[in-house]
């Protein structure tokens, strides 16, 4: 292990001073949290939980006894279990490095906003978990490129200290970068929460781990560990899959995989949005990675062909926001289409401020765009709350230490009940 540590971080030292960067200014990082494991080899550790398809959700857990079954035991009260299922279980290497027996068991048919209490493997502690509501209103929690600093712990406080139903994670999660330890300490990290309430993710440029001559295969421990319902929205690959929260579609896509016309994700996604019904799911929301808009001067136009190949499909079904990390700040623009403002088109969030290890873009293009409407370098995170088929509300909440402050805040109109957009659009504005 010793050996693997000191390998991979001799190959980490450029990414580690990518905060000195002469042309990105950023705010000083802090340190990075390491959080070891005090179970038992026995005991389930970096537990989450994730949607599974209608009525489903996917508990996943790690143990280090490769002796331990894949099954979950859950009821509605503590201690009292009436139902049990069997799962699944996988485990891959990287260098020296072996990952424990990481479980994936899908437990259900589950009742809406019902807590369900469970047990992993049979041992351990008791965990719990709230469903999502199946009717409006409902609450995501979003926050992108979230690391695991004193930031981040930060952010995750603030994030706790109010509920929500769903996590919401546009890429870049443990900044493990193939130092596989790091996705460990990540898991224990995120745990309190992620145990808690489903978190959604999708895949950043952090989780590709890709090593020239050694390792070939990407994304080897994010899709070993982060396990997305592709399946059941009938993805074959688990870097883009979509899923339904009460009147809410989502799709995360993935910028790190091929996304053009002749591509699967292409044409998964053109298929997953022509099922969409806007009567019984009024809001449609997209996260992905890289920015599709973006005025600050980091990460500038790596979103670009992505756009060029998949914006028409958003802009033609009516998407209501599309968020994205990437870009270590917070910005919100206008509704837009293809660089201009325009009524039917999505607004674009980038919002990824959770607290990573690199610290912060402060470089702002100026003068700014008309397009761009709020843009600040703080870490922070954002709450998407849909009161019924029409409004939602958003806001953004800075990370000031201690404590959280509301910093910007707009209500939503959902596209579905604009009947102009179903006819025509206008544009005005330029980036």
Not at 2 to 25: G, I, K, M, W
Not at 111 to 121: D, F, H, I, L, Q
Not at 122 to 148: H, M, R, W, Y
Not at 339 to 359: F, H, L, M, S, V
């Amino acid at each position: 292990m010793n050996l693997f540590l000191s390998f991979t971080l001799l190959f980490l030292c450029p990414f580690l001073s990518q905060a000195d960067v002469p042309e990105l200014t950023r705010e000083p990082p802090r340190p990075i949290v390491f959080v070891p494991h005090e179970r038992s080899e026995s005991d389930p550790q970096q537990v989450h939980v994730s949607l599974a398809g209608k009525e489903h959700m996917r508990v996943t857990y790690i143990t280090e006894d490769k002796k331990v079954e894949s099954v979950v035991e859950y009821g509605k009260q503590p201690g009292k279990y009436d139902r049990k299922t069997t799962g699944e279980s996988t485990s891959y290497k990287y260098f020296f490095y072996r990952s424990g027996k990481i479980h994936h068991v899908k437990i259900g048919p589950l009742e809406p906003n019902t807590t369900y209490y469970y047990m992993c493997g049979c041992n351990g502690p008791e965990f719990s978990l709230k469903t999502p509501p199946s009717s409006f209103p409902v609450e995501f929690a979003i926050v992108g490129d979230l690391g695991q600093t004193e930031w981040t712990a930060a952010t995750l406080g603030q994030i706790k200290s109010q509920d929500y139903d769903v996590f919401l994670l546009p890429g870049d999660l443990s900044y493990a970068d193939t130092n596989q330890p790091l996705w460990d300490s990540f898991g224990r990290l995120v745990e309190p929460l992620a145990s808690k309430r489903p978190w959604m993710v999708t895949q950043g440029n952090h989780e590709i781990e890709f090593f020239p001559i050694i390792e070939h295969t990407t994304f080897k421990s994010y899709n070993s560990r982060w396990l997305m319902p592709h399946t059941e929205s009938l993805s074959e690959s688990n870097l883009y899959y979509s899923f339904d929260v009460a009147g809410v579609h989502t799709l995360m896509l993935g910028s790190y995989t091929d996304f053009d016309s002749d591509s699967d994700q292409y044409q998964w996604l053109q298929a997953d949005l022509a099922k969409v019904d806007r009567k019984t799911t009024p809001w449609v929301i997209v996260l992905l990675h890289a920015p599709w808009y973006n005025t600050n001067e980091a990460h500038e136009g790596e979103g670009e062909s992505m756009r060029e190949a998949m914006e028409s499909l958003l802009f033609n079904a009516r998407v209501d926001v599309v968020f994205s990390g990437h870009v270590h700040a917070y910005e919100r623009f206008k509704r837009v289409y293809n660089n201009k403002a325009d009524q039917c088109g999505p607004i674009y969030i980038t919002i990824g401020d959770g607290g990573n290890r690199e610290g912060l873009a402060t470089s702002f293009k100026k003068p700014p765009s008309p397009l761009s409407v709020f843009r600040e370098s703080s870490f922070g995170h954002g709450r998407l709350k849909v009161i019924n088929e029409k409004r939602a509300h958003w806001s953004w909440h800075r990370n000031n230490d201690s404590n959280t402050l509301l910093a910007d805040e707009v209500w939503l109109e959902s596209l579905s009940s604009s009947s102009s957009c179903w006819s025509s659009s206008q544009s005005h504005d330029e980036l």
